[in-house]
């Protein structure tokens, strides 16, 4: 079938080919509206595109109205391959093919890359090269610094949205548009130089004949964002845990556990009041995150504080060994003894020694900087989301909106147009027509016509050449066995058991609590630098990712071995 979106994009002619590859982690779901206008369509782009023309392209190759590396086709969003492969076509020591590597892992077909005719101009090279040296010689990020703070001010002067005027509403969703095009300029940027300071790792260990040690290189970083909400809800699990009253509430189910608990701190149970209270200051620390968190409609944990009391029931049930402090510390115990093993290995190897000496701590300080970026930007995704909440709330209590949540089909542009009642019957069209974009599964690539887009309840269940093993890519090393969790929501978690291994489409930062129980990670999309590679690499677990099929192929409850270092996931079971 043909899906189309009022806010679908034109395929570029000069950069044809498209991908969900990578972008399909952060928008696995349509982009709404409200979200494209407040994030790519405008400033988001505004700012990569600001990145991309200080590094690998210019400006004056790009086709009129085209959006650099991020379009809509069918509602969804889809990542500009073409152009992210200029980074290996136009530097001196990558190819396109180690950036196919880097973005989407092995197991993946994609087309060959056509040599466009700037790939040989010295000054872009010099440009390309000069960059990525100085990524390179790095050994830490202090505009990501500067950015946590800036943004922290603005949540802490964020007035009081339930009594403002519509009007300012209306201009607070406006005024995060400049921070987020210079946030995700630095985060393009970050992300880039965390690709080239890993592969240059990567490379250095296949030299030597060790794949997988690079891996084990990886772990135990510290200060990976999209980790830290994990060792507060343990440490909530834990206050659980060790209370019988709490212990009681949470067994009687998530349904009124808010109210419930509430209850017991006004009888003054001591544990419950400090739940309560270390709760609030999560939420107030984390509460930006959630499903999907990139998408101004998603639930987040503070709008909807049910997701990560879901969470902290499945860790209460964790053994101590489970604390996400102590498996980073052993993580990181073996990063040392894996990197002294590759010094002694490349000792007699000049630039091989030379090569790993800067690329080791230049990694350690931009893959932390990568996620971090995307925790402030989410922040400021949020400062939208709960003006436009307010916006909605207020529009539906008067009519002007069937429904609350119909404020996210408005462009930005007609906002004043639906303050003023003009809006409703459009919304309430897009809505339907919205929601329907959720049966229809796009492509995972697809050069120069949009191709027709079929539906998910028509998709085949995926079987490879074997049934009992599914090669993916190595995400991080180790090897695990265990019985088989498959969850497709992170929202609904409570079948997952401590010790089972967690089997998913996708993961983001919501995902990450769901980690620290689990013996290992296997998700069907992702490569070395997606989101389930880096948390697991700092909880030091077994990961495969690109396991392409593995929610279908692998039966919940089955035993399966996931190893880390080779990329295998085999079913023991059937």
Known sequence: MTSTWFMDDEPSESFPIYTRGNVGEVFPDPVSPLTADHTWHGAGNHGLLGFMTRFTIDADELDPGQKTMFEIFGGYMFLNLSVARLMGARSSGMTPELVDLGFFGTGTSLPPYVARPKDDDPAITQRVDGMMFGWMTATEVPMVADQIAEVADIVAARPDLTTISETDLVARTREMLPMFSRLFATHSEASAAASVSMGAITVTTLGVGKPGLDLRIAGGLGGVASAEPSDVL?????????????????????????????????????????????????????????????????????????????????????????????????????????????????????????????????????????????????????????????????????????????????????????????????????????????????????????????????????????????????????????????????????????????????????????????????????????????????????????????????????????????????????
Request: charged content about 25%.
């Open 234 to 574: 343990w440490a909530l699990g834990r206050t659980v845990a060790a209370s019988p009253e709490l212990t009681a509430e949470f067994d009687a189910g998530l349904d009124g556990l808010v109210d419930r608990l509430a209850d017991l701190g006004a009888d003054q149970v001591p544990a419950a009041t400090d739940f309560l209270a270390g709760f609030a200051d999560f939420t107030a620390t984390f509460g930006s995150r959630g499903p999907n968190e990139w998408e101004l409609r998603s639930r987040t944990w503070e709008t909807h504080p049910e997701l990560p009391l879901a969470l902290i029931d499945r860790m209460r049930f964790s053994p101590d060994s489970d604390d996400p402090s102590t498996t980073r510390a052993a993580a990181h115990d073996r990063s040392v003894e894996a990197l002294e093993l590759l010094q002694t290995m490349v000792s007699g190897n000049e630039e091989a020694a030379g090569t790993l000496a800067i690329a080791v701590p230049a990694a350690r300080a931009w893959i932390p900087a990568r996620e971090q970026c995307k925790a402030t930007i989410v922040r400021v995704i949020h400062e939208v989301r709960l003006a436009a909440l307010e916006l909605g709330r207020r529009m539906a209590a008067d009519c002007r909106l069937a429904d609350a949540d119909h404020v996210f089909m408005l462009r930005d542009a007609e906002l004043e147009s639906a303050l003023a009642g003009d809006m409703t019957e459009t919304a309430a069209t897009r809505q339907v027509d919205y929601l329907a974009l959720f049966d229809v599964q796009p492509p995972y690539w697809f050069a120069g016509e949009v191709p027709d887009f079929g539906l998910r309840s028509d998709a085949p269940i995926i079987e490879g050449p074997s049934k009992t093993i599914l090669q993916g890519m190595g995400g991080s090393a180790g090897t695990v066995e265990g019985l088989a969790r498959v969850v497709l929501d992170p929202s609904d978690p409570l079948a997952l058991e401590p010790g089972e291994i967690l089997v998913a489409p996708i993961t983001d930062p919501s995902w990450t609590p769901l980690f620290v129980p689990a013996a290992g990670v296997v998700v069907e999309v992702g490569a070395v630098m997606s989101h389930a590679v880096i948390v697991s690499r700092e909880l030091g677990i077994p990961c495969v990712v690109s396991a392409i099929g593995a929610t279908t192929r692998i039966e919940d409850g089955t035993r399966i071995r996931v190893n880390g270092d080779t990329g295998t996931v085999t079913i023991l079971e059937d």
